[in-house]
């Protein structure tokens, strides 16, 4: 009997640290795609809006197959139903990486050619564009590739399907119940390493260049904080998708149940509210088991919770990356860093210290309710003050400011010029920005009027510039430099402030996530467990993870001041944003979701 005990116990710790390692490396690829939207954005010259309806697949997938599977995976092998799905994520991770091996080189629109003899040239700019067959520009930009990185996100979504509601009834099922709490705790917390080195591994991999090994970098004229660069993104999804092909292993070799631990045969059901608990008979069906779980009231009210702030989550976690290169000047790969370093660990212990108090204190499921709302309300506070922190637009002539520098003007396609750079035959369509002495930003250096260039890659210099020698007095210097003028010294305190209030909130924000995660599973009926996490996490993605991303993505592209423009027409990826309002959108979009 002892020894049978001994075996139960190891194989229940076994199954612990198995989908620890799961749900890590599924939290890793989850992450590391939201890291990596930007370079994909780019990379496919798509909107913000498609990048949502992109990063919404997942929870398409999901939608498909999570209540059947909650509900009769049951009652069938957990383990290797999580073993299964462990290997489809697998192969979607693997699918949407490969998307890269399909595509030609990354060729982004700039006025510099360089040709073998290291010469270099500006290329004259014709205010007519070219024009060219529909296919041929298909063929070239590869712009339908992207539906391979939506169908291998939706795979994984399918993949991702019984790992949390399986794992987490079977480790609730098989464990004492004063110790469920903190195992879930602590797998959650585990987890949560899981999107801090994703973060990491898209910071990486934002620093290299997507085509890296192929071109030659002393070739490349911009740098990882220009708005056309695009990092090696496909690189972490194969990373990614030989960890979650090893987590699938130990899931066939583990049995379809565990004893129950002793003094756990008979777990009380403790009632939040008088209707909380249905009691008679189990049922027997998938409609009837669903009638009775949203007949229970306490289950309904934290459900409809829930979805209003998975909403707002969702669509400032899937753009928060984007909203700090936007905002404050950083670049991809540093904005991936701080989340994954800063916020994701204050998330972490956030999440464990929820954990220990539940079983520290004992809390009631009233108790924990409560807990579980006032972080929710203080961290909603924290919010508001976290989008008061602002940096101002960079000054970019004809877009955010006039050409002399003094005036803010309205966007519109006439005044991205001037009488200084009319008779350029400059198009209004290239992005190619140069930065002046006098930190004014030009959109290319046609734009500005220069007439010579002298060095090489991203350290030309262009000279001559009659927009910049018409806006300041003689003997003040008229050439640029490739690149766009950086934020503002100010904008560093800004920035600062606003890491330090969005690292106190996700910690306070995630002290409840335990409690309310426990209510839930305690206030109905232990064979109705498993139904329950399916179907919130299923209704939670349907009416936040999917549209959530898209309105989100269709808010900030509505601030864009800037398009690139596709070889034969067409709006692609947007090249600079209005900050305020950029700010003010994503603001107050939070604010009426929470």
């Given at each position: 009997?002892?020894?049978?005990?001994?075996?139960?116990w190891?194989?229940?710790?076994?199954?612990?640290?198995?989908l620890?390692?799961a749900?890590?490396s599924?939290?890793l690829?989850?992450?590391y795609?939201?890291?990596?939207i930007?370079?994909?954005?780019?990379?496919?010259?798509?909107s913000?809006?498609?990048?949502?309806?992109?990063?919404?697949?997942?929870?398409m997938g999901n939608?498909l197959?999570?209540?059947?599977?909650?509900?009769?995976?049951?009652?069938l092998?957990?383990?290797?139903?999580?073993?299964?799905?462990?290997?489809?994520?697998?192969?979607?991770a693997?699918?949407?990486?490969?998307?890269?091996?399909f595509?030609?080189?990354?060729?982004?629109?700039?006025?510099?050619?360089v040709?073998?003899?290291?010469?270099?040239?500006t290329?004259?700019?014709?205010?007519?564009p070219?024009?060219?067959?529909?296919?041929?520009?298909?063929?070239e930009?590869?712009s339908?590739?992207?539906i391979?990185?939506?169908?291998?996100?939706?795979?994984?979504?399918?993949?991702?399907?019984?790992?949390?509601?399986?794992g987490i009834?079977y480790?609730?099922?098989?464990?004492?119940a004063?110790?469920?709490?903190?195992?879930?705790?602590?797998?959650q917390?585990?987890?949560?390493?899981?999107?801090?080195f994703?973060f990491?591994?898209?910071?990486?991999c934002?620093?290299?260049?997507?085509d890296?090994?192929?071109v030659?970098?002393?070739?490349v004229?911009?740098?990882?904080?220009?708005?056309?660069w695009?990092?090696a993104?496909?690189?972490?999804?194969?990373?990614?998708?030989?960890l979650?092909?090893?987590s699938?292993?130990?899931?066939?070799?583990?049995p379809?149940?565990?004893?129950?631990q002793?003094?756990?045969?008979?777990?009380?059901c403790?009632?939040?509210?008088?209707?909380?608990?249905?009691?008679?008979?189990?049922?027997?069906?998938?409609?009837?088991s669903?009638?009775?779980?949203?007949?229970?009231?306490?289950?309904?009210?934290l459900?409809?919770?829930?979805?209003?702030?998975?909403n707002?989550?969702?669509?400032?976690?899937?753009?928060?990356?984007?909203?700090?290169?936007q905002?404050?000047?950083?670049s991809a790969?540093?904005?991936?860093?701080?989340?994954g370093?800063?916020?994701?660990?204050?998330?972490?212990v956030?999440?464990?210290?929820?954990?220990l108090?539940?079983?520290r204190?004992?809390?009631?499921l009233?108790?924990?309710?409560q807990?579980?709302f006032a972080?929710s309300?203080?961290a909603?506070?924290?919010?508001l003050l976290?989008?008061?922190?602002?940096?101002?637009?960079i000054?970019?002539?004809?877009?955010?400011?006039?050409?002399?520098g003094?005036?803010?003007?309205?966007?519109?396609?006439?005044?991205?010029?001037?009488e200084?750079?009319?008779?350029?035959?400059?198009?209004?369509?290239?992005w190619?920005?140069v930065?002046s002495?006098s930190?004014?930003?030009?959109?290319?250096?046609?734009?500005?009027?220069?007439?010579?260039?002298?060095?090489?890659?991203k350290?030309?210099?262009?000279?001559?510039?009659?927009?910049?020698?018409?806006s300041?007095?003689?003997?003040s210097?008229?050439?640029?430099?490739?690149?766009?003028?950086?934020h503002a010294?100010d904008?560093?305190?800004s920035?600062?402030?606003?890491?330090a209030?969005?690292?106190?909130?996700?910690?306070?924000?995630?002290?409840?996530?335990?409690?309310?995660?426990?209510?839930?599973?305690?206030?109905?009926?232990?064979?109705?467990?498993?139904?329950?996490?399916?179907?919130?996490?299923?209704v939670?993605r349907?009416?936040?993870g999917?549209?959530?991303?898209?309105?989100?993505g269709?808010?900030?592209?509505?601030t864009?001041?800037?398009?690139s423009?596709?070889?034969c027409?067409?709006?692609?990826a947007?090249?600079?944003?209005?900050?305020?309002?950029y700010?003010?959108?994503?603001?107050n979009?939070?604010?009426?979701?929470?």
């Open positions: 009997m002892r020894a049978e005990k001994q075996d139960t190891n194989r229940n710790k076994l199954f612990i640290v198995a620890s390692f749900c890590f599924k939290a690829i989850g992450t795609m939201k890291s990596s930007t370079q994909i954005e780019r990379r496919f010259d798509l913000s809006t498609h990048i949502g309806l992109i990063d919404g697949s997942f929870e939608l197959f999570l209540a059947v599977v909650s509900h009769f995976g049951a009652k092998h957990r383990p290797r139903l999580i073993a299964v799905g462990c290997f489809l994520m697998a192969v979607g693997f699918l949407t990486g490969l998307t890269h091996f595509m030609g080189r990354y060729k982004y629109d700039t006025i510099i050619q040709f073998q003899n290291d010469s270099i040239v290329k004259s700019i014709s205010c007519i070219n024009v060219c067959l529909y296919g041929a520009c298909v063929r930009s590869g339908n590739m992207w391979y990185v939506f169908l291998g996100n939706a795979l994984r979504g399918i993949g991702e399907t019984p790992v949390t509601p399986l009834s480790v609730d099922d098989f464990a004492k004063e110790n469920s709490p903190f195992y879930i705790a602590c797998l917390t585990i987890t949560l390493l899981g999107p801090m994703g990491l591994l898209g910071s990486y934002a620093k290299l260049y997507v890296i090994g192929y030659d970098m002393e070739s004229t911009i740098t990882p904080k220009d708005a056309r695009v990092g993104w496909w690189m972490g999804f194969m990373v990614s998708s030989a979650l092909l090893i699938s292993i130990p899931f066939w070799f583990l379809r149940s565990l004893p129950k002793e003094g756990d045969k008979d777990r009380p403790v009632q939040l509210w008088s209707c909380c608990i249905f009691t008679g008979c189990s049922s027997t069906g998938f409609l009837p669903l009638k009775r779980l949203l007949g229970t009231p306490a289950y309904f009210l459900l409809c919770g829930s979805i209003l702030k998975f707002s989550f969702i669509g400032l976690f899937t753009f928060k990356a984007k909203y700090m290169e905002q404050f000047g950083q790969s540093r904005a991936n860093f701080l989340i370093v800063l916020n994701l660990p204050a998330v972490a956030g999440i464990f210290l929820g954990g108090l539940m079983k204190y004992k809390l009631s009233v108790s924990g309710a807990l579980s972080t309300f203080m909603y506070l924290l919010l976290q989008f008061g922190t602002k940096c101002d637009n000054p970019v002539a004809g877009l955010t400011i006039s050409y002399n003094t005036q803010s003007v309205s966007y519109n396609r006439e005044m991205l010029f001037s200084c750079n009319r008779d350029c035959s400059c198009s209004a369509e290239e190619d920005p930065c002495d930190g004014i930003t030009y959109i290319s250096p046609c734009m500005a009027g220069c007439i010579s260039s002298s060095g090489y890659g350290n030309t210099v262009f000279h001559n510039c009659s927009c910049v020698s018409a300041y007095p003689a003997g210097s008229t050439s640029v430099r490739l690149g766009q003028c950086p010294k904008c560093s305190r920035f600062t402030s606003y890491m209030v969005s690292v106190l909130s996700s910690f306070i924000n995630s002290l409840g996530a335990t409690p309310g995660y426990m209510v839930i599973i305690r206030c109905i009926s232990p064979e109705l467990k498993s139904l329950a996490l399916g179907i919130q996490t299923l939670t349907t009416l936040g999917i549209p959530a991303p898209v309105y989100f269709a808010l900030i592209d509505s864009c001041l800037k398009w423009i596709k070889k027409g067409g709006r692609g947007c090249r600079i944003y209005d900050s305020a309002m700010r003010y959108a994503m603001g979009k939070c604010e009426s979701r929470m």
